[in-house]
């Protein structure tokens, strides 16, 4: 109920939540919170998350959503929002205060423009916005701040564009290539990270900077 600010829970034990049993929230006026019910993301806690399997970027489109609390740290973890060999779009959303923020696997043609990531970490890959052996996706204009180690980080990840995004506060860097190349970064600004403002590590070759500023 939109007019009203009415929320709803959902049972696992009466609704398995995968693809065939699909929850649509349409037309509203209002963001929608989506959330676990537990704030526990310790290796004891919780095991919600959402996981984007979707191989048509069409078929996944979040705009003006905020997820929280979502993910499990430590050995069997789940990342809390991620995509697996999937394509899509997220963009004006928040990702907080779950295990490793946004984390794309093996995925492609995917666009996260206009997002907030802050407060995530656990101790799976801990950065406001993970890509993994990623090529080809579109970061534009994300803030990602006060992470546990990285603001935003990529590995074995090539050809993709990181434009315009703020990452501060982190606890480690706040931009960090690792085994990266060709990827363009421009106009993004590092700063108030606790190590390096953007990092270049380990074989990350024939990256194109401009108009970035680290502080």
Excluded: M
Excluded at 24 to 33: G, Q
Excluded at 140 to 148: C, D, E, L
Aim: no cysteine.
């Amino acid at each position: 109920d939109p007019a009203g600010g009415k929320s709803f829970n959902i049972s696992a034990t009466l609704l398995p939540h995968f693809s065939s049993n699909t929850l649509r929230v349409n037309s509203l006026t209002r963001n929608v919170l989506v959330r676990s019910s537990s704030t526990d993301t310790s290796a004891s806690g919780h095991s919600a998350y959402i996981q984007n399997q979707s191989t048509a970027a069409a078929n996944f489109n979040v705009n003006y959503g905020e997820f929280a609390n979502l993910g499990r740290s430590g050995n069997g973890g789940l990342n809390g929002f991620g995509f697996n060999s999937a394509q899509g779009t997220i963009s004006s959303s928040t990702v907080r205060n779950g295990v490793s923020g946004i984390f794309l696997k093996n995925s492609s043609n995917v666009t996260l423009v206009g997002n907030n990531f802050f407060g995530d970490g656990g101790s799976l890959i801990q950065g406001g916005i993970n890509l993994q052996g990623s090529n080809n996706n579109t970061v534009r204009g994300n803030n990602s701040y006060g992470n546990t180690q990285y603001g935003i980080y990529f590995a074995q990840s090539s050809n993709n564009i990181l434009a315009s995004n703020n990452s501060y506060g982190n606890t480690l860097y706040g931009i960090l290539l690792d085994q990266s190349s060709n990827n363009i970064l421009a106009s993004n600004y590092s700063y108030g990270n606790l190590s390096n403002g953007i990092y270049i590590w380990r074989t990350s070759n024939n990256n194109i900077l401009a108009s970035n500023n680290s502080y």
